[in-house]
């Protein structure tokens, strides 16, 4: 029978409407409730219901008046010993919990604080208490108050240690507290008490991730597969990431692209837990950027931009990708975009100082560097980099003082990265400054990081050669060729480098053999070739000589063989075929190449060998009159090497005034970058010939006696850093040229010190014939 409206069918709608939410058919009840205007008897009922409802079914801001309702109704309840009022002052602490929760979900935080502690004391029932007290917890994650949060959920653990929600509660504060070893802790203790849950395997595998454990990380995702986990969309990504940071190839690439490709496809940005779906795309670029495929990786980072432009990360690692494809302005553009969100860090200071230091800006680079190195004094090879440009500054300014700072911040980067790779750089910069017992100390240290490196062998054997060890010197370039064979590696240096040994001994068949060597290795680097004439041209064998410089030449378009050539027709007595290939050097040398390098090889030749001091100075002139026009190239050295030869010519021929005159260009061009003159005299590893140089100039401006002062220090100390000689010929050369300057009656000293300086450089030509001609005037 249809029951007439009233209240007695509203009672029956509500214990409908109560069956239906027990079946957890929410739709249906609320239906059923919205349709009923509750009389007194039913209001208190109704309101329980309502509210119990609507936050079952998330509409926690409609439940909580309702809920209000439900509670000021217990709060006024009399206890007046009936049944009745007994099971509502029962449900004061329920009320309490479920207006709270509510109260929470709609960020009304500090209320539903209130409300849960008192929920938390007025429940008695332990399983509800401990709901209480974990949606407590909950509400302080939601207000970032994770100590209180990590309190609460102590206090149920130590209650109930298998209460699973608080272990799940616990690690998440510990992640946002940055805790590692607690959020690890708490997901060997959550998937212990249940394994199903993919939360707490999400964050022990974050934390991993960020601290670079791959491994780590790897092996708590296997876990979760393993316990038959449904991966969520965060745990699929961080899959990629964790795999990515693992591979060593390729193929292992091959994996985490396939997991991208499948999450491109099946993602649903209304249901994924992906805080952001362009990380996708992004990881896709970083895998072809892995796979040194820069230009597929730019394609999925733009996507990823036009997906979220809002990303300051893309823009950084925009950045980075066309930086490593050498467009360094583009690159610039790409930081600048960023700037907002990275200005500040050490990785948008060194990204910018990279582009600056690519395009040859070493001193912007550098106010970078040092921003980058203040946010973050170990971040990446920073330090380094500071370091080399402070070197670079010493190698053409020679300030000691950027050694100085070049070594302080190399001494930081060793300090925080001490491997066999940095000990091996800083080794170099002391051989820069012939610091060799240092560079030893450094290369034998790196030895015992990596035993077989090469570089550190080879360098030792540089070390070695400049103390006059050869033997210890042939020994260490041994070792290194055998370290690059235990690799099936290939290097230009140890073969050359132990031949230049043998040249220093007079075995000059052994250095051609090391030589050929090099040349099996690589057999397009001309050099060789050239290096092997040489040998031959030491060993008297000038067809042979000429035919490898020929050969040379035959793959070269400089020049300079034909002055090689010319050199071994000279040594032969056939002056006038040397003077030949001399003139076709210069006549066939491109002015905007090698040409001005011939002319001054030519020059020196008219001088030194043929004693034609009108023709030198002609031809030098010609050379600096294609610099001046700007139609030929020189360096600035090699400007100055020309001045000082036709100050020699003038001071060789007489002519003193226009000597001194060349003199002092020539020295303004060689100090025009040098610190101070103290400086480039000092610098190590060209010390006897920037003394040369100066002393030259000093000479020919008529300052003889600090010209002779300047000679006699070029025998203290290392030779030069690329010499071949085991002791400086040219300090005696140089002294000749002094006595000559002194008149007719030096010329005997002149001649001892010119045929001191043979004895030491046997095969020059210079020294050759001045000694012929010394002799023949003074009838020796």
């Known amino acids: ?460 054997g540089y070390c070695y050669k400049h103390k006059g060890d050869y033997k210890k010197s042939i020994e260490m370039y041994e070792k290194s060729l055998e370290a690059l064979r235990q690799r099936n590696d290939k290097r230009v240096l140890p073969y050359s480098n132990m031949a230049d040994c043998y040249e220093i001994l007079g075995e000059y068949e052994r250095a051609v053999d090391c030589y050929e060597k090099d040349l099996e290795w690589y057999p397009d680097r001309i050099s060789f070739y050239q290096e092997i004439g040489d040998m031959y041209y030491y060993m008297g064998d000038y067809q042979k000589a000429i035919k490898s410089y020929e050969t040379a030449g035959s793959k070269w378009q400089n020049k300079e063989y034909l002055i090689k050539i010319g050199d071994a027709q000279f040594a032969q007595g056939k002056l006038l075929r040397a003077k030949g290939n001399y003139k076709k050097a210069i006549q066939t040398a491109d002015p905007r190449g090698d040409a001005y390098y011939r002319y001054n090889d030519y020059a020196e030749r008219l001088i030194t060998q043929y004693f034609d001091y009108k023709g030198a100075i002609a031809i030098l002139q010609k050379a600096n009159q294609g610099l001046l026009k700007g139609d030929w190239n020189a360096s600035r050295n090699a400007h100055g090497t020309n001045e000082r030869f036709q100050a020699r010519a003038y001071y060789l021929s007489g002519n003193l005034k226009e000597a001194a005159a060349h003199a002092k260009k020539a020295l303004e061009l060689y100090l025009a970058d040098a610190h101070s003159e103290e400086a480039y005299l000092e610098y190590p590893v060209s010390r006897p010939l920037h003394l040369s140089r100066v002393g030259e100039c000093y000479l020919y401006m008529g300052q003889t006696e600090k010209a002779y002062e300047l000679f006699g220090q070029m025998g203290s100390g290392y030779r030069c850093e690329h010499c071949r000689f085991g002791e400086c010929y040219e300090k005696y050369r140089n002294l000749g040229l002094y006595y000559l300057g002194l008149g007719g009656k030096y010329k005997r000293d002149a001649l001892e010190h010119y045929e001191k300086a043979l004895s030491i450089s046997m095969h020059d030509l210079e020294l050759k014939e001045m000694v012929k001609k010394l002799r023949k005037e003074t009838g020796k």
């Open 1 to 460: 029978t249809e029951l007439e409206d009233g209240p007695e069918k509203d009672a029956v709608l509500l214990e409908i409407a109560w069956c239906k939410y027990q079946d957890r058919e929410m739709e249906e009840s609320i239906r059923i409730l919205d349709d009923l205007e509750p009389a007194d008897d039913i209001y208190y009922s109704y309101h329980n219901l309502k509210g119990r409802v609507l936050a079952a079914l998330g509409k926690n801001k409609e439940a909580v008046p309702e809920l209000r309702v439900w509670l000021s109704m217990i709060l006024e309840t009399v206890d007046d010993g009936s049944e009745e009022s007994q099971k509502r002052l029962r449900r004061k602490g329920t009320a309490y919990l479920m207006l709270g929760f509510c109260l929470s979900k709609i960020e009304e935080y500090d209320e539903a604080v209130e409300m849960l502690k008192r929920a938390e004391e007025e429940i008695t029932d332990l399983s509800e208490k401990y709901g209480a007290m974990n949606t407590l917890a909950e509400t302080y994650l939601s207000m970032e108050e994770y100590e209180r949060a990590v309190d609460k959920c102590d206090q149920i653990i130590a209650g109930e240690s298998g209460y699973y929600p608080a272990y799940v509660n616990r690690q998440k504060a510990y992640f946002e507290m940055q805790k590692s070893q607690g959020v690890v802790d708490d997901y060997y203790r959550a998937v212990e008490i249940y394994p199903g849950y993919y939360m707490p395997y999400l964050l022990a595998a974050k934390v991993f991730f960020f601290c670079r454990q791959y491994e780590d990380a790897k092996g708590v995702l296997a876990r979760a597969a393993e316990n038959e986990v449904e991966f969520s969309d965060e745990m699929k990504l961080f899959q990629v990431k964790i795999l990515r940071n693992l591979a060593q190839s390729e193929q292992e690439r091959e994996e985490p692209m396939r997991i991208l490709q499948e999450l491109k496809k099946s993602v649903n940005p209304e249901e994924t837990d992906l805080e952001d779906t362009s990380e996708i795309e992004y990881e896709t670029a970083l895998l072809y950027w892995d796979n040194g495929q820069l230009d597929t990786a730019l394609k999925h980072l733009g996507t990823a931009i036009r997906q979220n432009p809002s990303r300051g990360q893309y823009f950084m690692v925009k950045g980075d990708l066309l930086r490593q494809k050498d467009q360094y302005k583009e690159a610039l553009s790409a930081y600048q975009t960023a700037k907002e969100d990275y200005e500040g860090t050490a990785v948008y200071y060194y990204g910018v100082g990279c582009c600056h230091e690519g395009l040859e800006d070493s001193e912007t680079a550098l106010s970078y560097f040092m921003k980058a190195a203040e946010q973050d004094a170990g971040y990446r090879d920073v330090n380094e980099k500071i370091s080399d440009i402070y070197m670079e500054r010493y190698k053409t300014g020679y300030d000691p003082e950027d050694f100085s700072r070049a070594m302080i911040y190399i001494k930081h980067e060793v300090e925080n990265w001490e491997n066999c790779y940095i000990l091996v750089h800083r080794g170099l910069m002391y051989m820069e400054v012939m610091q060799l017992e240092k560079a030893i100390e450094d290369f034998e240290k790196a030895l015992t990081y990596q035993p077989d490196d090469w570089a550190a062998y080879n360098n030792m």
